[in-house]
């Protein structure tokens, strides 16, 4: 359920004219939480509960690898502790789950059509003469003899019975031995079963053997085809003593003349006589097998009565081909229907999309910005002094760019952040936000990524050198608790800049990536904050010193802010890229999210990228194209994706979207045991935050916007390729498996998002058969040319399948050059269908980013995830914004009052009507404070019973309040860093103030 707030948040006053307590910063009304008695919506990852030694998939995972006992993985795998080697069983377990879905695609791809219509039925009609259809034919044994030039002889006129019926059975004019069949004792009891085949009345010519001798003394000859009947001729009175038995038709003539009279004693002829009575059919096949006396018997009965078959299509054979036609129809029909849908968002939603919006009612005036003079000692002036609403933002949102760092190179976050600050749109309503996720070296790199980031930066003044701030980061054991530092400055053509540098606490000195906590941790970190802002929620010291820095760079508290921008530290945004994604959203306020076309840099680099140039390019136009038009892309790629804050309901209401806590909540999950948990949070985070926005609001929307488009970094070498696509495969199953039991997305049945993401989730799982079971056919059509148009189907609509995207390219971006990318594409479709899949699935329990990002003296198994230690809660205070606040400025008033007692008191002019004593002016400045910073009313659950708990030490003018409290010389708090670490009103929080969190002259942490 959407949950909505008003606010009435209001622009700064800004203005110079002297400051007083009026001004200070004023937090609106926030949202209340009227969704927090709802149930959260189900997910298999969710919030971790009482452990179930009994769970159902870790009993199968035990079962189906009983062969490999604890010790052995111990001893021989190296899986030395229990989590380990579960993920080693479940691995396995779902290997074998996906062996045998590719069994069954590939048995109902070749066997089933064998098994129910064996090669000896598979051309049934074209094995068989039709009775009465075959001039100069005649049946002998329910084969078609030639007879046109036989030798008559007595009582056996070949030419008479030709030309009264061809095709007739004249079995019974020969002389036949008993069949073997008919010797079992216990179906000697039917009349039938123990009738000689040469009764008294039947074996006209008892000389006349029928043998291969006979036939050739009377120029008879085979003609290798069988007699073949029709159901309806069965019905016409010259065979009124025939019926069918499985397929087979017996003539009953003689046992019918033998026996006029029906015996009710004897269960065969009983059966016999019913069936020959029936007017609908003369089936009697299910009497028959019905009992097994009778069942026994019928082998004796086809080999004394056999006259032919039924030359019709049997039911095995009809229903092979009817399960091919209906599967080819399924499968054709969804390859069709993406292609039209892709075509038909191309023409007629896209441009539409990404069209300027109409300008609403409301002046689109900017924001007040703050400029600073570097004349004066942190002076601020405002370009604008206007009061405005959030109404006043206009189609201009304002939008935090989030640039995530690892292990990059100066080069390319450097060309990321000009491609950032180059774009068409309005500096103050965007804010370069990057992260550098721990103090890590890349590999070939000489500086480390923080400083490469903060060396891009022009730093201000005011809050030039930062203190680390703690935070509750995604993590197992003591790492939960990290510190940050935020700097704050501008970048370029004066773009607003914030860098957060996760430095790691006291405890991680000396070791390898100290604070490095994994990207999804430092998406936590934007969406925490804006979280905890929207609702006003308790924040921690990290959060708090965000809130000031943002508004000092700004101008706006920053709950102004409504969409981020996710881009990775390898990728350049075209300049127009952002204002179509803005645009987007303004347009259609029911989108939360949506992405742009990522094109590959470096195609040309080697053929590793070659063959990625055209997956990149269908994956998009085709893929996303088709899920826009219902609103449902089930990937949003994390190197260039936009995701809104909160949405607009009405004049004054909103809507968290990506700050809903739920979201928060299940995103910064840091309990992750199951494999199915690390799959989804540790190697496809990107896709994780997709499938929980698409579960979360299931009627909100997802989108792809082509205009839109940015250039990244592809891997060049194949074991990157094959690292990264390792990682995007099984999060991609994992997720697709979440999906797919979302039950309210777009459509029903068939025609529903649902199933088109379980399609898509059984061909992921059976990419490797299906391409064996691809080359298997061209193969076979090659050696075995299609002799009908049956077999052509299969042949055809690979060629549809593999045709359509070269149509797509035509109809859609009319670039050639895909075409030429596509061929190289197809040559390399056993990597990607086949090698790439079946690595991944193998890999299932790696969850390691392998070669994809290397970091000078890593060593394989370091990462963030192991738990070490207790985490330790009370180390990161948690504050409502007002408290701290609160707390800051007593803490100036005390350090004013402090300094005040100890300046030298100045005379005071001489006034005849007024003499005031030195105790008269320091008590009124002691005394003249207005109660109203305190009338707020604070948290029951906020730490504000010590005024300065976990403070930070370092305090900015956030209320524009610089004449009356002058910042301090930037040696200050260093100089005086040692008080704080002896002050026993500073708790447990002292810690972050140890100089080992400072940088040295040569910037190096």
Known sequence: MESDYTSDRRFQDVSQNPPSRNNTLGRGKTLSRPERHLPVAPLLSGKKEQENSWDIWVIFSRVITFWAPGIALSSLGGLRDAQSQQAWREKVALCIIAAVMGAVVAFLTVGFATVLCPPSQENNPNQYARFGESPGNLGIAGWQFNVSNARSVPNLNFTKLMIEQNGQDITNSFKRSEPPQCSPRPIQQFTIV????????????????????????????????????????????????????????????????????????????????????????????????????????????????????????????????????????????????????????????????????????????????????????????????????????????????????????????????????ATDY?????????????????SGESKSTPDICIGLMELDPAIKDPQPQSYIAVAAG????????????????????????????????????????????????????????????????????????????????????????????????????????????????????????????????????????????????????????????????????????????????????????????????????????????????????????????????????????????????????????????????????????????????????????????????????????????????????????????????LIMILGLPAITILLTTRKMVYIAWMFIYILALPIWNFILPTYAYWHFDDFSWGETRKVDGETKGDDHGKKEGKFDASKVPLKRWEDWERSRIRRERRNKDRQLQAAPIPPLPYNNTQTLTVNDNTRLLRNGRDDAHYSETASNHSVSSVPEAGQPAQFYDYNLTQQLNPAQPYGYYQQKQHNYNIRNDRGPYSDQYNPDYRQNQQGQY
């Open 194 to 421: 123990r009738d000689s085949v040469c009764a008294p009345d039947n074996c006209i010519n008892r000389t006349l053997e029928l043998n291969e001798t006979t036939l050739k003394t009377l120029n008879v000859f085979n003609t290798s085809r069988k007699v073949g009947f029709d159901w309806s001729q069965l019905n016409s009175p010259s065979l009124e003593n025939y019926l069918v038995v499985d397929g087979f038709v017996l003539n009953l003539d003689p046992y019918i003349a033998a026996h006029p009279t029906a015996n009710q004693s004897d269960k065969m002829d009983v059966i016999i006589r019913k069936v020959l009575a029936g007017t609908h059919g003369k089936d009697a096949t299910r009497l028959l097998f019905g009992k097994e006396s009778t069942k026994d018997a019928v082998n004796c009965l086809i080999a004394k009565y056999y006259a032919g078959n039924i030359d019709k299509q049997t039911i095995g054979c009809f229903t092979s081909q009817l399960f091919l036609y209906i599967s080819l129809t399924v499968i054709l029909g969804i390859v069709l229907t993406r292609f039209a849908m892709a075509c038909v968002f191309n023409w007629f939603i896209s441009h539409r999309l990404a069209l300027p919006p109409k300008n609403n009612n409301n002046s689109r005036r900017v924001a007040p910005m703050p400029i600073s003079q570097h004349g004066g000692q942190n002076s601020i002036s405002y370009a604008n002094s206007n009061v405005k609403i959030m109404n006043d933002v206009g189609n201009d949102l304002f939008t935090v760019l989030l640039v995530t760092c690892y292990s990059e190179g100066e080069i390319g976050i450097r060309a990321t952040c000009e491609s950032m600050a």
């Open 478 to 797: 003591s790492k939960q608790h990290n510190m940050a530092k935020v700097y704050a400055g501008h970048f370029g053509r004066r773009v607003p800049m914030i860098t957060v540098v996760k430095c790691g606490t006291n405890a991680e000195a000396g070791k390898p990536k100290p604070g490095n906590r994994g990207k999804r941790d430092s998406q936590i970190i934007l969406m925490s904050f804006f979280s905890r802002v929207t609702y006003n929620e308790r924040m921690c010291p990290l959060e708090y010193d965000l809130f000031g820095k943002i508004h000092h760079l700004m101008g706006v508290t920053p709950d102004f802010f409504e969409l981020v921008l996710m881009v990775d530290a390898d990728t350049k945004v075209y300049p127009d890229s952002l204002r179509l994604l803005v645009n987007c959203m303004c347009n259609d306020n029911l989108i939360m999210g949506l992405c742009g076309e990522t094109r590959i840099a470096n195609k040309r680099g080697s053929f590793t990228t070659a063959i990625q140039v055209f997956e990149y390019y269908i994956s998009h136009h085709l893929g996303k194209g088709f899920e826009s038009v219902f609103g449902g892309v089930t990937c949003l790629p994390g190197c260039f994706c936009m995701y809104r804050l909160k949405t607009r309901k009405g004049d004054n209401d909103w809507v968290p979207i990506i700050t809903k806590p739920e979201i928060v909540q299940e995103y910064s999950q840091n309990a992750v045991d199951t494999l199915h948990q690390k799959n989804l949070l540790l190697l496809g985070e990107d896709r994780f935050l997709t499938t929980l926005m698409l579960r979360n609001f299931p009627h909100r929307k997802m989108m792809f916007c082509p205009q839109a488009i940015c250039k990244t970094i592809v891997p060049d070498e194949f074991k990157v390729l094959l690292s990264q696509r390792r990682r995007w495969i099984n999060s991609t199953i994992h997720n697709l498996m979440e999906l797919v039991l979302v039950r309210n997305l777009c459509g029903t049945f068939c025609f529903s998002m649902q199933f088109v993401i379980f399609m898509e989730l059984i061909g992921t799982v059976v990419l490797p058969v299906a391409i064996l079971l691809t080359y298997s056919l061209i193969a076979n059509s090659i050696l075995n040319p299609p002799k009908q148009f049956s077999d052509l189907i299969p042949l055809l609509m």
């Open 426 to 442: 309005p500096d103050e309503r965007k804010l370069l936000f990057l992260i550098c996720d721990g103090i890590i070296t890349g």
